[in-house]
């Protein structure tokens, strides 16, 4: 028999008391159903990635009390939402949506403000709407995964379509594009590959975005804008409605592919690297959204944790990489890049001779020849991913501490290589007063490199938590002092990230408090996400 979870009291959402939460709690569950609404009022488990927990973050990057939800509610459908929504506004009550609630390492599905209830969407609402063959579209609901949507894809036998999916594939369609997640396809920017939207206001009033509007229409997946303003970007990385729906364009099979990997000596070649990446990746020679990983990760894909490499304090020693490095099929090296050409054999060798010949322009860079790999090799990861198959290996190198978490650094520079050098410099300074590890990944968007710095730490040390969320809040600062700024943070990290969006007397932030105030009079919906307080809240001590 198993054990009953032990219980813990519930925490109640401040401005409403005890007995009025518990009759609201009443009503809704009178309202959607009884078995649709639970309190949070059990040990938290952080279960792992395939269960991630609604409770909290499961990667919890400070107490793990201090981001948890009074309770959770499974709407079964968009009606469901609207009355969630409409019950949340006459208690106020605040809700936290969440599609599948795995979007580790910027808070997972924990709520800023604690005791709000979780809208747990993906559950119930899971549904692959459409996938259009001809059209190569899909519309998807917030619970559909990566994995969810390409199986279905191979059900149908679509041959012609790719999905493209992030690194782990275990997360929502929906939810990852309303981050802007990216994914390793040339159809990388999620964001960018949507069309079409349906939202519930804070409100509780539908909207359909784009041909969505018109009733009757057969184009709300192929045409994104309509008529009039554009408003999709508003319902991303915001807490201006409940996307129920979201439509995606797909990719066609190209007819092949071949992916490549190409290793760089020294750390003061990335500035080169990028250099010469740029002219092709924006004349799509390049065509993928690609890695340029730095190789410490090599070690932590390995399975084997830290520890099986070196015991001491301070950052991982480069001497130790490299002596491991010689004994794997990569070599010594700094840098790695991970790539992948499109379409048959003719057209693939035209771009990957362009590509070697530029790339072999650095002292010692070495093509590894995929062939020598074994077929466990993460170079095999990435050429999955690559194709649009999800995986799952990326979990492994969190597994570099004991109870592993992460927490990213995610700025933004042009593709330019005194730019990279300068966020690695910065990168590599907190790195070394830093006592815990980073892992270096620049994706390379169009003109843009995304870096991802992860910091790994043990989730259940006090000390390693503090240090890391330090790190974060330090490293924002200098960049914005430098003029770069994050595509996306953690939850904790929101206000000081949005703060440094300033220009002009933090002219963007006031015009995003309008609109709250305006679409959210009560200020119900997700408080504090992306930094954007609603009045109710401004002011009163919320910000950090
Ligand atoms: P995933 O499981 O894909 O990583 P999450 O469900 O954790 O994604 O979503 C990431 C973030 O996006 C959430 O924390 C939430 O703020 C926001 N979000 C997710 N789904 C929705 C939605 N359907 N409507 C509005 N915001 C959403």
């Known amino acids: 028999k198993k054990p009953r979870a032990r219980k813990r009291l519930p925490v109640i959402p401040q401005g409403i008391e005890q007995t009025r939460f518990f009759v609201a709690i009443d009503e809704i569950s009178t309202e959607i159903g009884d078995n649709k609404v639970e309190i949070n009022d059990k040990q938290l488990d952080d279960g792992w990635y395939m269960e991630p927990p609604n409770t909290h973050d499961g990667m919890a990057i400070t107490d793990e009390e201090e981001l948890v939800s009074s309770a959770v509610i499974y709407p079964g459908s968009t009606d469901d939402v609207q009355k969630v929504v409409r019950w949340a506004n006459k208690y106020l009550i605040p809700l936290h949506p969440i599609s599948m609630g795995r979007n580790f390492g910027y808070g997972g599905a924990a709520p800023r403000v604690r005791g709000a209830v979780v809208v747990d969407l993906g559950k119930r609402m899971n549904k692959i709407l459409d996938i259009n063959p001809d059209d190569c579209t899909c519309l998807v609901e917030p619970g559909v995964s990566y994995f969810a949507l390409y199986e279905e894809v191979q059900k149908r036998g679509y041959k012609n379509l790719w999905i493209d999916v992030p690194d782990l594939g275990g997360g929502s369609v929906l939810g990852n594009a309303l981050d802007h997640g990216v994914g390793y396809t040339p159809y990388g920017d999620h964001w960018a590959t949507h069309c079409g939207l349906e939202v519930v206001m804070p409100t509780g009033e539908i909207v359909r975005t784009g041909m969505g509007a018109l009733p009757g229409n057969n184009t709300w997946q192929v045409f994104p804008y309509g008529f009039g303003p554009f408003l999709d970007g508003m319902f991303s990385q915001s807490n201006y409605g409940i996307v129920t729906k979201m439509g995606f364009g797909l990719m066609p099979n190209p007819g ?11 750390e003061e070649d990335l500035e080169q690297l990028v250099e010469i990446v740029r002219p092709l990746r924006i004349a799509m020679i390049l065509e993928n959204a690609a890695n ?5 990760q090599v070690l932590a894909l390995s399975g084997k944790p830290r520890s099986a490499f070196y015991d001491g304090n ?6 130790i990489m490299h002596e491991f490095l010689q004994t794997h099929p990569y070599g010594e090296c700094t840098w790695l890049y991970y790539g992948t050409c499109y379409g048959p054999k003719e057209v693939r060798k035209l771009k990957l001779d362009i590509i070697h010949r530029e790339f072999m322009k ?8 995929p062939e020598k790999l074994p077929p466990t090799d993460y170079f095999w990861t990435r050429d999955r991913i690559s194709i649009g198959k999800p995986d799952l290996e990326d979990l492994s190198w969190v597994n570099w501490w004991p109870n592993g978490a992460h927490v990213a ?8 290589g005194a730019d990279a050098l300068s966020l690695w410099h910065m990168a590599k300074e907190q790195w070394a007063k830093l006592g815990l590890d980073f892992f270096f990944d620049f994706v390379v968007g169009l003109r843009e490199l995304h870096l991802i710095v992860e910091c790994v730490y043990d989730r259940d040390d006090p ?8 790190a974060m809040r330090s490293l924002i600062k ?3 002092d430098k003029g770069y700024g994050e595509y996306r943070t953690h939850l904790l990290l929101c206000d000081q990230v949005a703060g440094t969006y300033s220009w002009n007397d933090h002219a963007l932030m006031k015009l995003n408090e309008k609109l709250k105030d305006c679409l959210d009079p009560n200020g119900i919906l997700a408080p504090g996400r992306s930094g954007i307080w609603p009045a109710r809240y401004r002011g009163r001590g919320w910000e950090i």
């Open 256 to 266: 092949g592919h071949e992916s490549f990997l190409y290793t760089f000596k020294n």
């Open 292 to 296: 340029i990983r730095h190789a410490l």
């Open 314 to 319: 301070g950052p991982f020693p480069t001497k």
């Open 362 to 369: 650095i002292p010692r860079a070495r093509r590894i020849d």
């Open 409 to 416: 650094f995610s700025p933004v520079a042009p593709t330019r």
């Open 463 to 470: 000390k390693q938590r503090a240090n890391a969320l330090e």
């Open 478 to 480: 200098e960049a914005a």
